[in-house]
């Protein structure tokens, strides 16, 4: 069974850093790409970055280019958000989700998610 | 970015009604969209992919369909357990983008 956990939430002051993991099993965690993705209190859905299953590539919504970074521990199975320089606009539920891709058409989607950590940003 | 403009915001609807919720692209993104499905504080779930695929283990009143740049969320017969908030997903290119979400209540 496919499960993911992240862990690392919690209150941080603006300009403060924080880092996400996201522990994941139940599948070869090495061959699947894995995306983070963010909910504001009471708002939709936000893209926030993913990354290859290698962890040779990596992607980011404009909002958090340049201040966090994605990475991932393959022998660990875990997947990682370091957020640096947050704001308050930084405050939301911070979810990790597996990238499944099919493979004769190569099209994606998010199909399993872990349960989402909350980062508030506040003095 | 590719924008995505979902519509409506909210809608109120009947057990057992047909519903539907569209998602306009602002640039061509060929099928690479997904619909979720959101209940108040849980995660986000999977319905459907690649515009019309569905995702393994769910009902097949939910369906999904494209025309161009236009994206077709269908729930045909609404189920007491539907009543949630629906979001789309572009994956064609980089930065990703949701829509708005829709909030399906009940009438």
């Known amino acids: 069974e496919v499960h993911l956990l992240e862990s690392g939430g919690g209150l941080v002051q603006p300009g403060g850093s924080l880092r996400l993991s996201c522990v994941a099993s139940?599948?070869?965690?090495?061959?699947?790409?894995m995306t983070w993705i963010r909910q504001a209190p009471g708002k939709g859905l936000e893209w926030v970055s993913a990354i290859s299953g290698s962890g040779s590539n990596t992607y980011y919504a404009d909002s958090v280019k340049g201040r966090f970074t994605v990475s991932r521990d393959n022998s660990q199975n875990t997947l990682f958000l370091q957020m640096d320089s947050l704001r308050a606009e930084d405050t939301a539920i911070y979810y990790c989700?597996?990238?499944?891709?099919?493979?004769?058409?190569?099209?994606?989607?998010?199909?399993?998610w872990g349960q989402g950590a909350l980062v508030t940003v506040s003095s | 970015a590719i924008q995505m403009t979902q519509s409506p915001s909210s809608l109120s609807a009947s057990v057992g009604d047909r519903v539907t919720i569209t998602c306009r692209a602002s640039?061509?993104?060929?099928?690479?969209l997904g619909w979720y499905q959101q209940k108040p504080g849980k995660a986000p779930k999977l319905l459907i992919y690649a515009a019309s695929s569905l995702q393994s283990g769910v009902p097949s009143r939910f369906s999904g369909s494209a025309s161009g740049t236009d994206f077709t969320l269908t729930i045909n017969g609404l189920q007491p357990e539907d009543f949630a908030t629906y979001y789309c997903l572009q994956d064609y290119t980089y930065p990703w983008t949701f829509g708005q979400g829709t909030k399906v209540e009940i009438k």
């Open positions: 989700a597996r990238i499944f891709v099919e493979s004769d058409t190569d099209y994606r989607c998010f199909d399993f």
């Open positions: 139940g599948f070869t965690f090495n061959t699947y790409a």
């Open positions: 640039l061509g993104i060929r099928n690479d």
